[in-house]
């Protein structure tokens, strides 16, 4: 499903990134954990093209993705990747329903038949009757779960989460934790997960350590 090698970065004379190699297969939830600083968040802005390393090799779905520039880059990220954040970033005027269904009108997606995907969503994720409700009229633990459902609409190859329970309290953070795995179970949905939170960590198939900008 995605294979990196040699991964190398540096942001002026810091080198945040020092070969890092990685392997993921379908339908597998990994997770990275490490201190702060050990470059978790780089490496997977990296994996899912929103930056660019500065050496080494990334496949995914066996596509170079390094080879990609441009609006084929883009195009691809929004077909492949899906993104859930620490801060869900979704769009405060539009409705959880609308914010579910960006993606996929930015793949160029009829509008019914996007919404004909995010409602179904939307209710497997415990929001049917939040759907028309905007961001700041949903608790953190709903607002999170509309991040899921976004990131889900293209139907990506893997899911890409940053700190995803960061800004959640214990309960919702379980909630979470378990929506991944309900997910993978169900539609062996991929994810990649850097996270602080241990217990987390431990539900996933995997935990991988970075420290220092390596992998260990």
């Not at 019914?112 to 969503?121: D, I, R, S, T």
């Not at 994720?125 to 028309?132: I, V």
């Not at 979470?176 to 179970?185: A, E, P, S, T, V």
Request: aromatic share 6%; net charge neutral.
């Amino acid at each position: 499903m995605l294979k990196a090698t040699g991964i190398f970065k540096n942001y002026g004379s810091l080198q945040v990134l020092k070969g890092v190699d990685i392997e993921i297969s379908k339908g597998e939830i990994v997770s990275i954990a490490g201190s702060s600083g050990a470059g978790k968040s780089t490496l997977l802005h990296i994996l899912g093209t929103l930056d660019v390393a500065d050496k080494g090799e990334i496949y995914l779905d066996n596509t170079p993705v390094f080879k990609l520039n441009g609006k084929k880059l883009a195009a691809f990220r929004n077909k492949h990747i899906g993104f859930v954040f620490q801060f869900h970033h979704l769009l405060p005027e539009f409705t959880a329903l609308e914010n579910v269904c960006i993606p996929g009108w930015i793949a160029g997606r009829k509008t019914k038949e996007v919404q004909e995907k995010a409602l179904p969503l939307l209710e497997l994720l415990g929001l049917k009757d939040r759907s028309e409700h905007k961001p700041g009229e949903l608790s953190g633990g709903e607002q999170q779960r509309v991040a899921v459902a976004r990131a889900l609409i293209n139907n990506p190859s893997i899911v890409m989460a940053d700190e995803p329970t960061g800004n959640l309290d214990s309960a919702n953070a379980k909630e979470l934790h378990n929506l991944f795995i309900d997910l993978r179970n169900r539609f062996q949905q991929t994810f990649l997960i850097v996270t602080h939170n241990e217990e987390l960590a431990q539900m996933s198939d995997r935990i991988l350590h970075m420290k220092d900008g390596k992998m260990f």
